[in-house]
């Protein structure tokens, strides 16, 4: 299976910043990429898929990035209600796999 | 508005069954692939099984092989989980998910989950 890494664990961030996130590939996964957001207690939402396709209803300061093994979601001006724990996927390899997550918090 | 609802979760014990269903509406379930992502306590997700537009082809992660089976209706919009020979470690919250759409029935490069249910809750305990 192929292995997500994500980086950092865990972001500390307060209203107005850019945040940046990355997800590592173990293996080029063709930009076969999706990011989710997910809220305690609630089921993940997705954001992003194929690297950098904003989901219907996403806000545009979300976006996504990269290629081969390295990707990138970038929120540009962190909001309220983005605190929130954050996983990429990959689906380029059966079976699909998720990062272990980042937890945006204050 | 789509919608996902799953049901059958529960208190099950070691080595036991439980079925868990999930019911699609507000969108064409035929065009769609369905999937289980399960998230344990306090830890991240986790795709464990999916099923091809046409209920033909499906598919599950090692750690469940040979002990889940998914299945599909989709004249009732319906997408199953028969899970036996349950763990400790299958306790989790149970996800239905969709992929992209794929009207075409040619789905990889859409095998994101789009649509998620609220999850059903799974414990596994004697």
């Known amino acids: 299976d192929i292995q997500m890494t994500q980086s950092p664990s865990t972001l500390s961030a307060s209203v107005g910043d850019r945040v940046t996130i990355t997800c590592r590939a173990s293996?080029?996964?063709?930009?076969?990429l999706a990011w989710y957001q997910q809220k305690p207690g609630k089921a993940p939402k997705l954001l992003i898929y194929?690297?950098?396709n904003l989901e219907s209803g996403v806000p545009s300061r979300f976006s996504g990035s990269g290629g081969g093994t390295e990707f990138t979601l970038a929120i540009s001006s962190l909001q309220p209600d983005d605190f929130a724990t954050y996983y990429c996927?990959?689906?380029?390899?059966?079976?699909?796999?998720f990062g272990q997550g980042t937890k945006v918090e204050i | 508005e789509v919608q996902l609802m799953e049901s059958g979760g529960g208190l099950v014990q070691p080595g036991g069954s439980r079925r868990l269903s999930c019911i699609g509406s507000?969108?064409?379930?035929?065009?769609?692939?369905m999937n289980w992502v399960r998230q344990a306590p306090g830890k991240g997700l986790e795709w464990i099984s999916n099923i091809s537009t046409s209920e033909t082809v499906s598919g599950h992660a090692d750690s469940v092989k040979g002990r889940f089976i998914i299945s599909r209706d989709n004249a009732k919009n319906a997408v199953y989980l028969q899970m036996n020979n349950l763990r400790v470690e299958d306790t989790a919250v149970y996800y239905c998910?969709?992929?992209?759409?794929?009207?075409?029935?040619?789905?990889?490069?859409?095998?994101?989950?789009?649509?998620w249910g609220q999850g059903t809750g799974v414990t596994v305990s004697s």
């Open positions: 194929k690297t950098s």
């Open positions: 998910a969709t992929g992209g759409p794929c009207p075409s029935g040619v789905c990889q490069t859409v095998a994101y989950f789009q649509y």
């Open positions: 996927q990959q689906y380029n390899s059966y079976s699909w796999t």
């Open positions: 293996q080029n996964i063709n930009s076969l």
């Open positions: 507000g969108f064409t379930f035929s065009d769609y692939e």
